[in-house]
């Protein structure tokens, strides 16, 4: 079974430094329909204007993905660390038993484009930990690349959690395919392009909840980029 979420309905917050799009209830946007998926608990679009971002905060048990679309995005926590992510890049943050952060656009005059993605842990009260790691070059070039996974094998970044999170870069009328094993969940978010998947056809920032489903057909109807959730079902 396919459910579409498209781009227009998700939630939105916007700010005089911020423009953010929510696939899931987050912050004062909340709908008892779209509280998450599986342990998938937050997609948000988030834009943020040059030299501008989030102060310090804190987070509790939760997986924090980040994958930057466009610009540099500064990373600084309570774990002493301090980074720039990039396109190409995955950095995940495990919050565990408690960890405070900053993110703010690294530059001065060009904006961000991030996805900030939340997915609830198998176990709380974990070691808070961080991972940032380059994504292979030409590796999801027309074809999924691992970015996330919970053994952090072809060097995904590790999550605490039953789910792998795919990507790929798809050149128009490229078709690639994903088979999912009985009772797997699947989250298929468009991060930017056109494409079809299994004759359904989605655009930018739209999403799709796939159940009872063994396979996925992705066929790019322009260049596409495409992040693909495999998860655990309740």
Known sequence: ML??????????????WLDS?????????????HMGFG????????????????????????????????????HKDSLGNGSVIRPGEI?????????????FNDSASDPVHFLQIWIEPAQIGLTPGYEQKPILPDAREDRFALLASPDG??????????????????????????GLAPGR????????????VNGEYLETGDGLAVRDETELTVTAVDTSDVLLFDMAGA
């Open 153 to 178: 094998r072809d060097g995904s970044v590790t999550v605490h959690q039953d789910a792998a999170l795919w990507g790929a870069l798809l050149s128009p009328g490229t078709s690639i395919a994903h």
């Open 3 to 16: 459910t579409i979420r498209r781009a227009e309905n998700r939630g939105h917050a916007r700010f005089d």
């Open 185 to 196: 969940l699947a989250w298929l978010h468009v991060a930017e392009g056109a494409l079809e």
């Open 39 to 74: 342990p998938l608990r937050v997609i948000n679009d988030d834009r943020v204007i040059p030299g501008a971002g989030f102060d310090t905060h804190g987070h509790r048990d939760m997986e924090i993905v980040t994958y930057v679309l466009d610009g540099a995005l500064a």
């Open 21 to 33: 799009r929510h696939t899931f209830s987050f912050g004062s946007y909340h709908d008892p329909r």
């Open 91 to 103: 950095q995940r943050m495990s919050a565990g038993t408690g960890i405070t952060h900053s993110e």
